[in-house]
């Protein structure tokens, strides 16, 4: 009975060893990381090379999504407004989604060409649904780029992924490449919404100088 019960779990652990999926990080000339020239110019130029990161976040095809924040490019706020402010908070509104590898941007500005990512829990070779999200600056991890204020951005979401199958014989399947779905990224200034008595201070100084102007 005991030997029989180590040949289950020793069979489970071997089909979930393989239960994933890989991903090359890498992409092209055409589908580069750009900045904004600043939160009041929106001028698009590529991040400069060894002048930010990418990190890449992943989950079985299908699991809902809740993006880390949005773009705002009109109004008081202008620029990228975080609804998250931590990775592990960020993943926690996210079950079934994981944080990777991050990759420079180097050697070449805009571009990037990390290591393989290996999703898991996923069926072998199985399909994925993936970001990337990206900072300038030189910071190590994306909450270090936050507390930074570092220009922040996220990609679209790239859904339906194929991925390379590690468990093929004799060799391994090769990992599938970023190049094939990503599409390019913007990186912008942290928006930050005044505070409300910014407002009011900003109002009771409009009011002041009508008051000044009817006075002469």
Do not use: C
Request: net charge positive.
């Amino acid at each position: 009975m005991k030997k029989l019960v180590s040949t289950l779990t020793i069979s489970a652990l071997a089909v979930s060893a393989f239960a994933q999926g890989t991903i090359s990080l890498i992409n092209n000339s055409t589908t580069v990381v750009q900045q904004w020239a600043s939160a009041a110019d929106h001028t698009l130029s590529s991040v400069a090379a060894n002048g930010g990161k990418v990190q890449f976040f992943a989950a079985p095809d299908g699991t809902a999504f809740k993006a880390l924040g949005t773009y705002a490019t009109t109004g008081v706020a202008q620029g990228f407004a975080l609804d998250y402010k931590t990775v592990a908070t960020w993943m926690a509104a996210n079950p079934g989604w994981n944080a990777y590898q991050i990759a420079d941007i180097k050697p070449v500005a805009g571009r990037f060409n990390g290591n393989t990512a290996t999703v898991t829990p996923l069926a072998a070779g199985g399909k994925i649904e993936y970001v990337l999200a990206g900072w300038t600056g030189t910071s190590a991890t994306l909450d270090a780029a936050i507390v930074a204020n570092a220009m922040i951005g996220q990609s679209a979401l790239y859904t339906g992924v194929a991925t390379g199958d590690p468990t093929t014989t004799p060799i391994p399947g090769t990992p599938t490449s970023l190049t094939a779905t990503f599409t390019g990224m913007s990186l912008a200034p942290q928006a930050t919404v005044p505070e409300p008595s910014t407002f009011a201070l900003a109002g009771l100084g409009a009011a002041a100088m009508l008051i000044l102007r009817r006075r002469k």
